[in-house]
């Protein structure tokens, strides 16, 4: 079974500094990784995804993700935070099952930018 | 277009009762999936439903259910309510659920259990 594993449960970083929330992958085939956030009260937004090609992701909001085959890794990545982009992060992989897809989503990591 | 539409947006109930959620996804979108989200846990697939098909499930106990109407709406159900079931329950739709689609999510159910 395809699974993603979040090692952080929470990320502080100083605002105007880089960030980095880290997201870890188990698949088997070519694996289909998704970032989504939550701020308070919401549901999930969708940030960006991989599929094929270039390694790294540019997606909504000023964020992107690097795609490591080697390391099986797919980190969320932003040049400089914002206290805005507090909020909660998870990973997630589409898995193929029973004829259909579903997504495999991580535990999340909670991002907290300070002014 | 509107987006995910779930209510009600609260729900305060006691063990051993039933709930009903519901779930309106997007205008065109036929793929409603469902799920629960606690703290420590992350999101736990529940359920998906395509053309009133109910076409994955996860690994939940009978005492949920779900289905889906003709207009795309889904309802989810919750029989014998228990204490761990307090949990925010959330809704995605998309047009398919196939391919590298992105999930629309509403703003979910947050039930409590007393």
């Known amino acids: ?40 009260n919401r549901g999930l937004q969708f940030l960006l995804k991989y599929i094929t090609g270039d390694n790294l992701v540019k997606g909504s909001y000023g964020f992107e993700a690097e795609f490591n085959k080697s390391q099986t890794s797919f980190h969320l990545k932003k040049p400089s935070a914002l206290v805005s982009d507090s909020a909660l992060y998870f990973c997630a992989v589409r898995e193929w099952e029973k004829g259909t897809y579903k997504y495999i989503f991580g535990t999340g990591t909670r991002l907290k930018v300070l002014a | 277009k509107a987006g995910v539409t779930q209510t009600p947006r609260y729900l305060i109930k006691t063990r051993g009762q039933q709930v009903t959620l519901s779930c309106s996804p997007i205008s065109g979108h036929r793929s409603v999936s469902w799920y629960q989200q606690t703290p420590g846990q992350g999101l736990q697939f529940l359920f998906e439903y395509f053309s009133e098909t109910q076409r994955n499930k996860g690994n939940f106990p009978g005492r949920f259910s779900g289905r889906q109407f003709s207009n795309s709406r889904s309802e989810m159900n919750v029989s014998t309510l228990e204490l761990g079931d307090s949990a925010l329950y959330l809704c995605a739709s998309s047009a398919t ?18």
């Open chain 1, 1 to 40: 079974a395809q699974s993603v594993a979040q090692p952080e449960d929470q990320v502080n970083v100083a605002e105007g500094n880089p960030l980095t929330v880290k997201c870890t992958y188990s698949v088997s085939g070519n694996p289909y990784l998704f970032w989504y956030v939550q701020y308070p």
């Open chain 2, 97 to 114: 659920g196939q391919g590298g689609e992105k999930l629309f999510f509403g703003s979910g159910t947050q039930l409590s259990v007393l």
